[in-house]
């Protein structure tokens, strides 16, 4: 059935992402919610399936971006993540108080979606000490910043992963994109051509 094909796909491409491209995102189109549901829930509840890469659905456009984790992603992201945290290391605040983390590809979810952005920084603002409080509540960390790194040819997807982000996490103060503008844009070698076999063959 229609259903099993594509949640099949998916599942493939999101376990060996390097098979479908060798640069930039995959897309895969015509995914149903109801299929992206399936393959949320299999890949939540299958612990040995191991995910590959990072995905975005998009249900306006019944779009599936899949990103595999190539070095031009995470290196740019792993940067400016030190040269956050070198710089929230110098502000004068309670570090017992207020914890400042930064996250690479890390999930944040609301009821309703789950995103991984690229970088992601956090506050968690830690309870001041009651003894007359007998139930100790866990803090949360607030989404405050983040971040997307990709091609020129990924900006469109960018923007409208970042806009589902802050629309879901309305405490999101800053949103980044971290943009390569090659000299060529890149196209992605149709399925199936000699230049895709070729790729394939020799990574």
């Known amino acids: 059935d229609c259903l099993t094909e594509h949640c099949a796909v998916i599942l ?3 376990q060996n992402p390097q098979s479908n491209t060798i640069i930039g995102c995959f897309v895969i189109v015509g995914i149903t919610p109801a299929e992206y549901a399936v393959v949320l829930a299999f890949t939540s509840e299958e612990r040995d399936f191991e ?7 998009f249900e306006d456009t019944q ?11 995470e290196q740019p992201a792993a940067h400016l993540s ?6 929230t290391d110098t ?5 017992l108080l207020i914890d400042i983390t930064v996250h690479l590809n890390h999930h944040i979810q609301n009821k309703d979606t789950t995103n991984i952005p690229d970088l992601l920084l956090a506050i ?3 309870p001041l000490d009651d003894d007359s409080v007998d139930d100790i509540k866990i803090p949360k960390p607030i989404s405050k910043w983040v971040g997307e790194c990709g091609l020129s040819s990924d900006y469109n997807f960018m923007v409208q992963k970042l806009s589902g982000m802050c629309d879901s996490h309305r405490n999101i103060d800053l949103a980044l994109i971290m943009l390569f503008k090659e000299r060529a844009t890149w196209q992605q070698p149709k399925e199936m051509s000699i230049t895709t076999q070729t790729l394939r063959m020799s990574p």
């Open 51 to 57: 995910v590959r890469a990072k995905f975005t659905y």
């Open 12 to 14: 493939e491409a999101l």
């Open 63 to 73: 779009e599936l971006q899949i990103m595999p984790p190539l070095p031009i992603h």
């Open 124 to 126: 968690t603002t830690q």
């Open 91 to 95: 502000l004068p605040y309670d570090k």
């Open 82 to 87: 030190k040269a956050i945290n070198k710089y």
